[in-house]
Each structure stands twice: as C-alpha cells, then as structure tokens.
C-alpha cells in the first residue's frame, strides 16, 4: 500500500488534474511546468481521482448515465445507446425519461428527403410531441394498428406537425384473421403503397413490444384468445411484425397474418433506434438487442443494468 500523501503533495496531484481534465491542457505542458515526466502526471491525475481528490461531473443536459451509455452500446456492438436517469420508478416515468431523450435524438438524426419510419406506442407517440421542428422527409407507419385505441396514426400526425412531406399511413390492422384476409388487406392500394415504401426507409424508430403485459399486439391476441400457445412457444418480444424469443431469435409464428415491416424489410434499414424501457420491458429489450435488429438503443438504467448482467450469462 502506498504511503499517504501530504498536504502538499495532494495540492500537487489536484492541480496537475484539474490543468489537465478541467483546462485541457496537455500532459507534456503540465509536466515541463511542474519538472517531472508526462507519465507521472498521467499517474497524478489517475492517482487524484481515483482516491476522490478531484470530482469529474458530467454537464449533460438530460439526466444521462453516459458510462453505462457507453458501457451498453460497446456489450451488444451498438452505434450508440443513450441510458436514461428516470425520476421515479415504473414505467411511466421510464417512459418520459425516454421520450425526453429520443425526441432531441430524432431531432438531430432526420435529415432533408429522408424516408422515415414509425412504429407504434406511446413512447414514440410522447416523443413525437416533444419535437419542435423537423427536416422534410416522408413518413411512412410501420405496422398496422392492434385497437381501437392504438396510437399508430397519431404518431404520424404528431411529426407531421412540424415535418412536411408525403405519409403513407397503413389503415389496417397489425394482424388479420388468417393468412387468406391477410393477402387481401395487403392488395389494397393505400397498404400496397405504404408496404412497398418501406423497402426505401432510410431511418426507422420503433418501441420493444414485451410481452405478455407490455404490448398491444400481445393485448390483442390475449382477448382472441390466442396469446397462451405463443407464450409457451416462447415469444418475449416483438418489433414491428417481428416476433422474437428471449434469446433474439425470430420465431415465424404469425408471419402469414401480420401487416406491416418484415424483418427483412428492418433489416435492411440504415438506421433503425429502438425505444424501450421500464419494469415490463427488461426482457423484451434484451431479446432485442440479441436479435441484432437495433442499431441505437434508448432505455432507462435498470433496463440497461439488466442487458449488462444477460450478456454474461
């Protein structure tokens, strides 16, 4: 163990950290000034902050957990992932936290003439009320709605507001009866067009679907009474009309009757940023991130805590 230092000494360290992490100013300079080597006030500054001499503090202007952030997006080979600081607990907060962030992220990530798609929820939907001015670009709707009160077309009227350009919305249910009404609602002109518009996305945002309590699709299929059998076939997630276990792999279940992006059609996406969070999520973004399917991540830290400790199993 290292001898303590003295007054004296610890002035020493402190100053040599806060040129350094406060000012900028080079190792080499520090070091000429005070007549040692770089190396010693590379070892000054470590020795400062790690026995509490000196505080880094983050300014960022949303509470940010930019480690973790980093942590995350270098674990599951991200672009990026922004881990957010809820004020409270549950998903509702997570879910403002989220929508907080994500909105200055599409903000900054849509550009002119950019073909951009939507997926459904109310994180997205949040996050698009929270936007101010946008690029022009098209807006295209993901998936097909799962109710009545689904908020799918709402979400491209809310971006619409302040971004102009040609939508192609898709007036029809996220799942049909069978694969026979399935075939003719994707014939019909308006959902033909919005389909085929999707092999053009440049830039996609959707929410993780977690089921069985945190997803409309799972809500709809429980009061068909179809959600028990795909439960013990395993499905834990879903984005867009993608079906995923907890490990991130697609299961083809309903592949015949849903309406919407294919996982191809995502795939193929330059940029697709995922949205999800909060107590109903966790395994569902797991499974996401697994999947391979999510370029940029925005979720809340318990959710990004509990992506960490899956990774080492």
């Known amino acids: 163990m290292s001898k303590e230092l003295s007054l004296e000494e610890q002035l020493r360290h402190v100053y040599a950290a806060m040129q350094h992490l406060k000012f900028g ?67 509702k907060a997570a879910r403002a936290a989220i929508a907080a962030v994500a909105s200055k992220l599409l903000s900054e990530l849509i550009e002119e003439d950019d073909i951009f798609g939507l997926g459904p929820g109310r ?48 007036h029809s249910p996220v799942i049909a009866t069978d694969h026979i009404a399935a075939q003719v609602i994707r014939s019909q002109p308006g959902v033909r067009q919005a389909l085929k518009r999707m092999d053009l996305l440049d830039k996609a945002v959707f929410t993780v679907g977690g089921w069985p309590h945190s997803s409309l699709l799972a809500s709809l299929l429980d009061e068909a009474g179809e959600l028990d059998p795909l439960l013990e076939q395993g499905v834990a997630a879903e984005i867009g009309t993608t079906l995923l276990d907890a490990q991130g792999r697609e299961l083809h279940l309903l592949d015949d009757r849903m309406i919407g992006i294919t996982t191809q059609q995502l ?47």
């Open 25 to 91: 100013r080079p190792t080499v300079d520090i070091a000429e000034e005070l007549g040692v080597s770089r190396f010693a006030v590379g070892r000054m500054v470590k020795y400062a902050r790690e026995q509490g001499l000196v505080d880094v503090t983050p300014r960022l202007p949303d509470p940010i957990d930019a480690t973790l952030s980093k942590t995350l997006a270098s674990c599951y080979g991200l672009e990026s992932a922004i881990v957010c600081i809820p004020a409270a607990e549950g998903d």
């Open 123 to 170: 994180t997205i939907l949040e996050t698009c009320a929270r936007i101010q001015t946008a690029p022009n670009c098209d807006l295209v709707q993901l998936t097909g709605v799962a109710s009545t009160d689904d908020d799918n077309l709402e979400v491209i009227m809310e971006l619409r507001r302040v971004a102009q350009g040609r939508m192609y919305p898709l």
């Open 267 to 313: 795939a193929s996406v330059p940029v697709k940023v995922a949205l999800g969070g909060g107590p109903g999520k966790k395994r569902a973004v797991i499974a996401a991130l697994k999947s391979g399917l999510v370029d940029t991540l925005v979720t809340d830290v318990d959710t990004a805590k509990a992506a960490l400790s899956a990774a080492k199993t």
